[in-house]
């Protein structure tokens, strides 16, 4: 008939023919991380989003190392690597030289991994406090490259202990996308960061390494802390979000670990929402 056209599919179908097959690799028949090896960076204490990540993937199987900030923060962070036997490493992003070292460290005792998580955020308190307007130039910078501009860093140096195919996720938050009161310049930096995200994801297909951002809804973390009235959207999102509830770090560790499984291997360039819907109605 003029003006229909058929696939090649359709036409093998009705003719009988086999139809193309996809040469791709069985999905495993359980989801597991066995024989994977990450880097989870960010990790502050109990409460980080983090290290309900790094739980998630180690239950299922995964070899991990840790990063923490200082020594202030090593007092917390490492009875928690101890639990699951991970490699411990200290990273400032702001540090010259300390994010390359713990590259180094991995290349040299692991040769490759498959996957890294970036939950890292900052600004200048009296930055994050002040509407837009009044933020600073050096303190929107600061946000920009802890926040933002040490994912692509991550990026640049886990890609070459990657040659078959990885997976890089770094955190979001719905802030980026609508305007929540109080989050202020973390908005526009956090809009920088999925924007990354997309780019990373089209830069880094050919390679098969896949990018994502896990935006979860509000959880009580330490860096959440520092937001003003950051009780008021718990509280909002815990009314309104179609669950009426909010989501805990295990909810968002669990969707992590999936991510970086060969689960899903078809997927890139996602914002991944972990709220209990409240995207859909905030």
């Known amino acids: 008939m003029q003006g229909v056209r058929y696939t090649h599919f359709e036409i093998c179908v009705s003719s009988g023919a086999t139809p193309p097959t996809v040469d791709s690799p069985a999905l495993p028949t359980a989801m597991h991380l066995r024989g ?38 090593k007092l917390w962070v ?20 300390q994010m390359e070292a713990v590259f180094e460290v991995l290349a040299a005792r692991w040769g490759t991994f498959d996957f890294a998580l970036h939950a890292m955020a900052y600004a200048p308190k009296e930055d994050l406090h002040a509407p ?40 979001s938050y719905y802030g980026a996308q609508k305007v929540i009161g109080h989050y202020n310049l ?8 999925e924007a990354v995200v997309r780019q990373l994801a089209m830069e880094l297909g050919p390679r098969r390494i896949r990018v994502h951002a896990l935006s979860p809804g509000p959880i009580r973390t330490r860096a959440a802390s520092g937001i003003d009235a950051f009780d008021e ?22 969707v992590a670990a999936g991510l970086v499984s060969d689960w899903a291997r078809g997927m890139t360039g996602n914002i991944v929402f972990v709220d209990a819907g409240y995207h859909i109605v905030g």
């Not at 490492?78 to 030289?97: F, K, N, T, Y």
């Not at 837009?132 to 040490?150: Q, R, T, Y």
């Not at 718990?234 to 009426?244: F, G, K, N, V």
């Open 233 to 254: 959207l718990l509280d909002q999102a815990a009314q309104r979000s179609p669950e009426h509830t909010l989501v805990s770090i295990e909810e968002v560790g669990a």
């Open 36 to 73: 994977k090896r990450g880097l989870i960076m960010g990790v502050a204490n109990e409460h980080s989003i983090a290290w309900g990540c790094a739980r998630a993937m180690h239950s299922l199987g995964a070899e991990l190392a840790l990063t923490y900030l200082d020594d202030k923060a």
């Open 186 to 193: 973390m908005g526009p930096v956090k809009a920088a960061l």
């Open 132 to 171: 837009l307007l009044d933020a600073s130039a050096a303190g929107f910078a600061v946000a920009m490259d802890v926040s933002c501009h040490s994912f692509v860093r991550m990026a640049r140096l886990a890609v070459p202990l990657m040659p078959q195919s990885g997976t890089l996720l770094t955190t």
């Open 78 to 97: 490492q009875p928690l690597a101890e639990q699951i036997d991970a490699m411990l490493l200290p990273c400032d992003v702001r540090q010259a030289g």
